[in-house]
């Protein structure tokens, strides 16, 4: 069965801190996704990742970098959070060279 | 890069209607478009897909139909029900065998009346 998992379904932080966001799979996946999805914008991608120590940037990178040292994870960083990065998360990986993009549960952040 | 419309916002329907929602794409070499429903909390789940070199796919009650010529894909429910209520989001990419990632439209939420 397809898991991808985040670490945090909901977060609370304040302007300025550095913010962790993590995401898991365990089915190997190559590709991996973040994605932040806005009421009234749908989901927009923020950086992508080939597979590990590999990433590029998406539609929306400004504010945000990212980290995949193993396979099985990718992580989101906010270097410094901004009330405008108050939103829904969401996490997703594939197989490569197959479209299917398996998402995780989302981690709701409120940055005050 | 892509750009992805999505129409209506909202849909309402009454049990047992039809529901159809459109989405248009800019990028002539997208290839790949899924469609997502998402219910209140929870996360997107693909609920059908389509490739370029297809014009219509059917599972049960969902189709989806592709124009390439004229970049419009839609998605049809037909004989709704009340667990049809959702978020439905389409989407398009260029599947080269990279890690593109997807373009989405906005969404529709889709209301079914009883």
């Known amino acids: 069965d397809v898991k991808v998992t985040q670490s945090s379904r909901y977060l609370v932080k304040r302007t300025g801190e550095k913010v962790f966001l993590e995401c898991v799979q365990d089915?190997?996946?190559?590709?991996m996704f973040w994605y932040r999805q806005d009421p009234g914008l749908g989901l927009r991608l923020i950086y992508f990742?080939?597979?590990?120590?590999?990433?590029e940037k998406g539609d929306i990178p400004e504010g945000y970098s990212v980290s995949r040292e193993k396979k099985e994870r990718f992580s989101l960083i906010l270097e410094s959070a901004s009330t405008n990065q108050t939103s829904m998360y969401l996490c997703?990986?594939?197989?490569?060279?197959?479209?299917?993009?398996?998402f995780g549960p989302g981690t709701r952040l409120l940055v005050l | 890069g892509e750009n992805v419309e999505q129409h209506p916002s909202t849909l309402s329907v009454q049990e047992g209607d039809s529901a159809v929602i459109k989405c248009t794409y800019s990028?002539?070499?997208?290839?790949?478009f899924p469609w997502y429903k998402q219910e209140l909390g929870k996360r997107p789940q693909l609920i059908i897909d389509i490739r370029s070199n297809v014009g219509e796919k059917k599972d049960q009650r969902i189709a989806v139909t592709l124009n390439k010529t004229a970049k419009h894909f839609s998605l049809h429910i037909t004989e709704t029900q009340p667990e049809d209520s959702a978020v439905y989001f389409c989407?398009?990419?260029?599947?080269?065998?990279?890690?593109?990632?997807?373009?989405f439209g906005k969404g529709t939420h889709l209301i079914i009346q009883p």
């Open positions: 990028d002539s070499a997208s290839n790949y």
């Open positions: 990742s080939y597979d590990v120590k590999m990433k």
């Open positions: 989407a398009a990419s260029n599947s080269g065998g990279g890690a593109d990632g997807l373009t």
């Open positions: 997703a990986s594939r197989v490569i060279h197959q479209e299917t993009q398996y």
């Open positions: 089915m190997d996946h190559e590709n």
